[in-house]
């Protein structure tokens, strides 16, 4: 199983993006996903999760929209009205729904989630 995360790069305040996180070696509708941020010097934190349900972190709700298209094995991370908190490298996720962890483990732990991808570079500048 392999995720390739991109889309990132540098913006300005209320700036949009949307990264695409492209997932192959695997029966893409077995899976649920979710995009996770890392800054620097801080601890790898939850953004949002979609596996039937869609959940996002308070930070990002109303802004940040997550989605999936099944026909090019892809997931999205739409990003609108972008803030400098939002710096971080972006990580998207992804676990078996059929596995004992997914049905075990919260959706915004970071532990719940089997593969990674490499991480893309979201940078806002003020």
């Known amino acids: 199983v392999q995720l390739q995360a991109s889309g990132g790069g540098l913006v300005q305040v209320g700036d949009s993006l949307r990264l695409s996180c492209a997932a192959s070696?695997?029966?893409?509708?077995?899976?649920?996903f979710a995009w996770f941020r890392q800054a620097p010097g801080q601890e790898r934190e939850f953004v949002a999760a979609?596996?039937?349900?869609?959940y996002y972190a308070d930070s990002v709700k109303g802004r940040f929209t997550i989605s999936r298209d099944d026909a090019k094995n892809t997931v999205h991370l739409q990003m609108i009205s972008l803030k400098p908190e939002d710096t971080a490298v972006y990580y998207c996720a992804g676990v078996d729904r059929r596995s004992s962890v997914y049905r075990t483990t919260n959706y915004a732990f970071a532990r719940r989630y089997d593969y990674w991808g490499q991480g893309t570079q979201v940078t806002v500048s003020s």
């Open positions: 979609l596996s039937g349900i869609i």
């Open positions: 070696g695997l029966t893409f509708s077995l899976y649920a």
